[in-house]
């Protein structure tokens, strides 16, 4: 297969080979021109070293990036390219940076140390795809694999933990056996992580296509960076207008709506102030009163740790706060006030929100929509 690359990547890979080094793309923009996907960026790996490169790249813009990682970016018609030496990482010792990086002439050694088979493929027009892990079966078969032993891969960078769910969640695949497992077992690791990288890859995994499926087979990892998801676990509404548990609720919500980071977000936290409320009346029926307003302060504990921009943390709290607001429809005459005080699109997210909240209710409550 021959890959359309963009016309500043083959001018950087054919510069470096016409200099006698050898240059690939590489990682994610491999695996998505396999998938039929456009990659959002394009990296580049070479046998050049950093010296080597500026060399080869006198007549650009060279930036010192990541010089002793063998990181240069490259500046060409206007767009930065980073280009890295194949390396070998040293020991890590904090669960996500290796101590040392070693350079090397072998491609294989750079490709191994990689993440997942599907991340671990190179091209270039010269050799074509190369792929020593078997990736692009992997793709075929849409399964996310640890390259080597998942126990050492996840040890090196916790961080890869969230990132094959997120990659499982975006592609709609599955997490092959033993990867799964090992990322199970090895979760606490999880606490080594910065809140900012753990909330860049959360929100993206609630955006994919297979974030139900992904956050119900793998619960406990959510629970290790969200603990306050731990009591919704099996936690029956033990109410008619709900046939699912808190935590399956709210799964279902997440799932029924876009596939936008606010919108995503809030219906993963609209619910989660519901086992702290929980009450049964003398019919054993168990109500929720309150529960926006606790839901609401869970989220803005989990936002503040979770070190989101203030922009994004007020409207998750708009959302969660007022998600249960239906007196929107009850009474008509109130709507002009609500658009004078939540603006249009405001109004227009709540409803979107109250929908998907509907739709993971009871079937026989889902008359309820027609209102929206």
Same mark, same amino acid.
């Given at each position: ?19 006698? #080094?050898?240059? %690939?793309? /590489?990682?994610?923009? /491999?695996? @998505? ?9 394009? $990296? ?8 080597? !490169? ?22 060409? @018609? ?9 390396? &070998? $990482?040293?020991? %890590? ?19 191994g140390r990689r993440d997942f088979t599907v991340n671990a493929m190179a091209y270039s ?13 992997? &793709? ?31 592609? $709609? #695949? ?27 890859? &959360? ?14 087979? #793998?619960?406990?990892?959510? #629970? ?7 009591? !919704? %676990? ?12 808190? +935590? ?28 702290? /409320?929980?009450?049964? $009346? ?6 929720? +009163? ?32 007022n998600h249960d607001r239906w007196e929107l429809y009850e009474n008509t005459e109130k709507?002009?006030? +609500? ?5 249009? @699109?405001? /109004? ?5 929100v109250m929908r998907a909240d509907v739709l993971a209710q009871s079937p026989e409550y ?7």
């Amino acid at each position: 297969m021959t890959m359309d690359m963009p016309k500043n990547v083959d001018t950087a890979i054919n510069l470096l080979q016409s200099a006698g #080094f050898e240059a %690939y793309a /590489v990682g994610g923009c /491999v695996r @998505d021109s396999l998938l039929g996907k456009i990659p959002n960026d394009w $990296d580049i790996t070479t046998s050049a070293k950093p010296e080597d !490169m500026k060399s080869v790249f006198a007549d650009f813009h060279c930036i010192d990036t990541g010089i002793k990682h063998g990181t240069v970016t490259v500046v060409i @018609d206007g767009e930065p390219l980073e280009i890295t030496t194949f390396r &070998l $990482d040293g020991e %890590y010792e904090d669960n996500r940076h290796p101590k040392s990086v070693t350079f090397t002439a072998d491609l294989g050694a750079d490709l191994g140390r990689r993440d997942f088979t599907v991340n671990a493929m190179a091209y270039s027009k010269k050799t074509g795809t190369v792929d020593l892990f078997d990736g692009q079966n992997d &793709l075929k078969n849409k399964i996310i694999r640890c390259v080597g032993d998942p126990d050492r891969r996840f040890n090196e960078d916790a961080l890869r933990i969230l990132r094959a769910l997120r990659f499982a969640s975006a592609l $709609d #695949f599955e997490i092959e056996e033993k990867t799964a497992q090992s990322l199970l077992k090895n979760r606490a690791l999880l606490g080594n992580i910065s809140e900012e990288r753990i909330a860049k890859e &959360l929100l993206k995994l609630v955006c994919g296509k297979g974030a139900k499926r992904i956050l119900t087979d #793998f619960a406990p990892v959510l #629970f290790e960076i969200l603990p306050e998801f731990q009591p !919704m %676990y099996k936690n029956s509404h033990d109410n008619p207008h709900h046939c699912h548990d808190i +935590y399956e609720h709210t799964l279902i919500a997440v799932e029924s709506i876009d596939s936008e980071p606010t919108l995503r977000f809030a219906m993963l936290l609209h619910d989660c102030g519901k086992p702290a /409320v929980k009450k049964f $009346d003398e019919n054993g029926v168990a109500h929720f +009163y309150g529960h926006q307003r606790i839901s609401a302060e869970i989220s803005a504990q989990i936002l503040a740790r979770l070190k989101v921009s203030n922009k994004f943390r007020d409207e998750i709290l708009f959302l969660v706060s007022n998600h249960d607001r239906w007196e929107l429809y009850e009474n008509t005459e109130k709507m002009p006030r +609500y658009l004078s005080k939540f603006g249009l @699109d405001g /109004v227009l997210k709540l409803l979107k929100v109250m929908r998907a909240d509907v739709l993971a209710q009871s079937p026989e409550y889902r008359y309820r929509l027609d209102q929206i």
